[in-house]
């Protein structure tokens, strides 16, 4: 059994939107020495830490966290790695020909799996700045899904969702955000900031994801389990 | 597959503590309309919703949210009802003659299981003040376990840690939080405000509690699911 999910804190990188987003918040609302209890109160953005996107986070009148069936959140696991290519490519992203390659060595991907992609990105975590990789010229760099990967898996595969362990399932300096409207228009989840792929077997594992169940919200945090 | 878990929002209830809690907030940060995505900010207690307490709720210097290990959150469930009794008296609390019952019935609580009490008040959440169910004179009135009950799980079963469809372990007139106290000194867990429990097996589910990952956290959302 390994945990898949980042420790979230003040520290905890976050995707960076001028007015918009902020990184988690906690204070203290009683402590054992004052109250004889301890107890905080939090203030976060939907997307922060290791969280699901759900459908309607950019597809109108879609699916919200709460309404994503049970059964597609604990699912087999497909773990496909481009790790080795992002050491010396941090633009790079997951072709279809990487997952023709995996299915070659590791059979088809399972009916109902979550396909999470490891890029190597969350060992990054501990130092933000290398996490949201910002260029010269306020680009993010870091890799992600391509177009053609998610054409993929939602034309030939049947799939429940899809990770990955950086900020964004699109490629960090893509403006479009091309790769989650597909995913979303098709009703599937998305998870990001996942943790410790290079942990799990490439196929064999089952991953449980468990977001927050928050009416309405477009996104949670999530717990993420792998148990093989 | 069950989900154990209410869904979040402004409406539900929680534990009214003045000037400490409150409820659940959400507001959006982005629409589709007006910005091509939609998100939310939330504000929020550590103790909202269907929730985990960690041992540092009560106990100083115990374990928080971060560090209880995941073995003891993917564990057998044994499910005790006391919702029959509870039906004509509020006030009740589980025994441990209630669980020496169970036993006779179900075999004996297995080891590592979370034990959780289905009272049957998981039905009143639609109806905050039917939930928190505050007296003429302030005092809450929802049943809880026993100091008894906590004794014999704690002494003479080996337990990961407990639940309940209530706002809280103890029983709502209760001010010392006796049941909170010995089982966090313990280093067991607990969860409050479970939803569904009339839809599980007695025995033989497996729970999977799965929590926010809050760095120091006395406790957090978290979704819970039941399968068998």
Do not use: Q
Not at 42 to 57: K, Q, R, S, Y
Not at 140 to 147: T, V, Y
Not at 193 to 203: E, F, G, H, I, K
Request: with cysteine; glycine share 8%; charged share 20%.
């Amino acid at each position: 059994m390994v945990d898949l999910t980042h420790t979230l804190s003040p520290e905890f990188p976050f995707l960076p939107v001028e007015g918009k987003t902020f990184p988690f918040r906690s204070s203290p609302i009683a402590t054992i020495k004052g109250d004889g209890v301890y107890a905080n109160r939090w203030e976060l953005t939907e997307h922060v830490g290791t969280h699901l996107d759900a459908p309607c986070h950019f597809a109108e009148g879609a699916m919200a966290i709460e309404a994503i069936p049970l059964e597609t959140l604990f699912v087999p696991l497909a773990v496909v790695s481009i790790a080795e290519r992002v050491a010396t490519n941090p633009d790079t992203t997951l072709g279809a020909g990487d997952l023709m390659r995996w299915e070659k060595d590791h059979g088809e991907i399972p009916a109902r799996a979550a396909v999470f992609l490891h890029t190597g990105w969350d060992v990054r975590t501990k130092e933000p700045g290398a996490f949201v990789n910002m260029d010269g010229a306020k680009t993010m760099r870091f890799p992600g899904f391509s177009d053609k990967a998610i054409e993929f898996l939602l034309g030939r595969r049947s799939i429940s969702g899809i990770g990955i362990d950086t900020l964004s399932i699109d490629p960090g300096r893509d403006k479009e955000y091309a790769v989650h409207k597909e995913l979303f228009r098709a009703g599937k989840w998305a998870v990001e900031c996942v943790a410790n792929l290079s942990r799990v077997p490439a196929t064999g594992a089952f991953v449980f994801v468990a977001p927050v169940k928050v009416a309405g919200a477009s996104g949670a945090p999530a717990r993420i389990v792998a148990v093989w």
